[in-house]
């Protein structure tokens, strides 16, 4: 399955001559891509990481456990390094060994999307010959010294996978996008088509980034209850990453609602199954979270909440299929945090009859109307 930013977003891109993906970068053989973001992160590199390989590059990918196993569905990335992420994080120095082993491959350029200070570390440690960083937000002096080349921020309007590509563009590129191509195995295909019955859409109430990117639970229960009236055939699955937080609020949601259409899943998926399950569902309705770009990427109608910041636009989906639901945020533009119990109260301004029109609106129409 492959599906291109430009197929999805035509009105984002000028035509390319032929759309050959050729790029006359740099004589590199291979590449090492320095990403340690999570899955929405991740899935905003892969095209940048498959126009490098469709140029004939090897790239291997410097990422996190969720950012391996969802690279796993990607048949241009040769091989993965996965730094053990987490709240809280290890200290870097615990990476030391797999730094050493990275150095003996001796990359001809490690790229960095991200301007982050582990990030740009572990780009100025790994050896490579040339060491390139796009530097977005802060960064210290120390984990800037090690790099050969600094490309400046982009324009944060732009889709990120849009400001990724364009990092190439700097390094030589004129290919033609490439967009996102899954591997989702037959077995999760299968499994999901047995367990989803159609129509339905899939639901995600956690954030995991912070509880500020959520809406509250009451809000959820009563959106469901609207859109049943509404319509009355459609089934929701709900899934999280299977923490006891995000497994609680499922189980809250669940005595709320007290509906069989509603069905959550237990425990995490795989990002296979997850992909899987996004397939088969008609829309995703959710947060600002990962799960939300990797149905972007999948081609699927999303619904979704936002608080408003200056990065938003960026990670926003667009396009006729999406519809975003926005509120201003004080915390992103006085930088204080008064919101009560983590609760985002520019997020509560969003009512519940908002999503469910934002949801029958894109909903893809039922046979025969």
Same mark, same amino acid.
């Given at each position: 399955?492959?599906?291109?930013? !430009?197929?999805? #977003?035509?009105?984002?891109?000028?035509?390319?001559?032929?759309?050959?993906?050729?790029?006359?970068?740099?004589?590199?053989? !291979?590449?090492?891509?320095?990403?340690?973001? #999570?899955?929405?992160?991740?899935?905003?590199?892969?095209?940048?990481?498959?126009?490098?390989?469709?140029?004939?590059?090897?790239?291997?990918?410097?990422?996190? &456990?969720?950012?391996?196993?969802?690279?796993?569905?990607?048949?241009?990335?040769?091989?993965?390094? +996965?730094?053990?992420? !987490?709240?809280?994080?290890?200290?870097?120095?615990?990476?030391?060994?797999?730094?050493?082993?990275?150095?003996?491959?001796?990359?001809?350029?490690?790229?960095?999307?991200?301007?982050?200070?582990?990030?740009?570390?572990?780009?100025?440690? *790994?050896?490579?010959?040339?060491?390139?960083?796009?530097? @977005?937000? !802060?960064?210290?002096?120390?984990?800037?010294?090690?790099?050969? /080349? $600094?490309?400046?921020?982009?324009?944060?309007? &732009?889709?990120?996978?849009?400001?990724?590509?364009?990092?190439?563009?700097?390094?030589?590129?004129?290919?033609?996008?490439?967009?996102?191509?899954?591997?989702?195995?037959?077995?999760?295909? @299968?499994?999901?088509?047995?367990?989803?019955?159609?129509?339905?859409?899939?639901?995600?109430?956690?954030?995991?980034?912070?509880? =500020?990117?959520?809406?509250?639970?009451?809000?959820?229960?009563? @959106?469901?209850?609207?859109?049943?009236? $509404?319509?009355?055939?459609?089934?929701?699955?709900?899934?999280? @990453?299977?923490?006891?937080?995000?497994?609680? /609020?499922?189980?809250? =949601?669940?005595?709320?609602? &007290?509906?069989?259409?509603?069905?959550?899943?237990?425990?995490?998926?795989?990002? %296979?199954?997850?992909?899987?399950?996004?397939?088969?569902?008609?829309?995703?309705?959710?947060?600002?979270?990962?799960? =939300?770009?990797?149905?972007?990427? =999948?081609? $699927?109608?999303?619904?979704?909440?936002?608080?408003?910041?200056?990065? /938003?636009?960026?990670?926003?989906?667009?396009?006729?299929?999406? /519809?975003?639901?926005?509120?201003? *945020?004080? *915390? &992103?533009?006085? %930088?204080?945090?008064?919101?009560?119990?983590?609760?985002?109260? *520019?997020?509560?301004?969003? $009512?519940?009859?908002?999503?469910?029109?934002? +949801?029958?609106?894109?909903?893809?129409?039922?046979?025969?109307?």
């Amino acid at each position: 399955m492959s599906l291109t930013a !430009k197929a999805l #977003f035509p009105c984002w891109f000028l035509p390319v001559d032929g759309e050959n993906p050729s790029m006359p970068l740099p004589p590199w053989k !291979k590449v090492l891509w320095v990403d340690l973001g #999570f899955l929405g992160d991740t899935v905003h590199s892969i095209p940048a990481i498959r126009a490098m390989a469709k140029a004939g590059v090897r790239v291997d990918v410097m990422t996190t &456990q969720v950012g391996s196993e969802l690279l796993a569905l990607v048949p241009e990335v040769h091989r993965t390094w +996965v730094v053990p992420l !987490k709240k809280p994080s290890p200290p870097p120095w615990k990476s030391l060994g797999m730094i050493l082993e990275i150095r003996r491959e001796k990359y001809d350029a490690a790229v960095s999307p991200v301007g982050s200070d582990r990030n740009l570390f572990c780009t100025s440690a *790994c050896g490579a010959r040339e060491r390139v960083a796009h530097l @977005t937000g !802060k960064s210290s002096f120390l984990a800037r010294v090690g790099l050969t /080349r $600094k490309l400046p921020p982009r324009d944060r309007a &732009q889709p990120v996978f849009s400001q990724r590509l364009a990092i190439l563009s700097d390094l030589g590129w004129t290919g033609g996008d490439p967009g996102w191509s899954w591997a989702i195995s037959a077995e999760d295909r @299968t499994w999901a088509q047995k367990i989803v019955p159609r129509p339905s859409l899939h639901l995600s109430v956690n954030a995991a980034s912070t509880p =500020l990117n959520e809406w509250l639970l009451d809000d959820w229960a009563i @959106t469901l209850r609207g859109l049943w009236e $509404k319509r009355p055939d459609l089934h929701v699955f709900a899934s999280g @990453t299977g923490s006891e937080r995000e497994s609680a /609020r499922l189980g809250d =949601l669940h005595a709320l609602v &007290q509906d069989p259409r509603l069905n959550i899943l237990p425990g995490r998926l795989s990002v %296979g199954r997850l992909a899987a399950l996004l397939l088969s569902a008609e829309l995703h309705l959710g947060l600002d979270s990962g799960v =939300l770009h990797l149905a972007m990427s =999948l081609g $699927k109608p999303t619904v979704s909440l936002f608080r408003d910041s200056v990065g /938003r636009p960026g990670w926003a989906p667009r396009g006729p299929s999406h /519809r975003v639901l926005v509120r201003p *945020c004080d *915390c &992103q533009t006085t %930088g204080r945090v008064d919101c009560e119990g983590n609760r985002a109260r *520019c997020l509560s301004g969003i $009512k519940p009859a908002e999503v469910v029109q934002a +949801v029958l609106e894109a909903l893809p129409s039922r046979p025969g109307r």
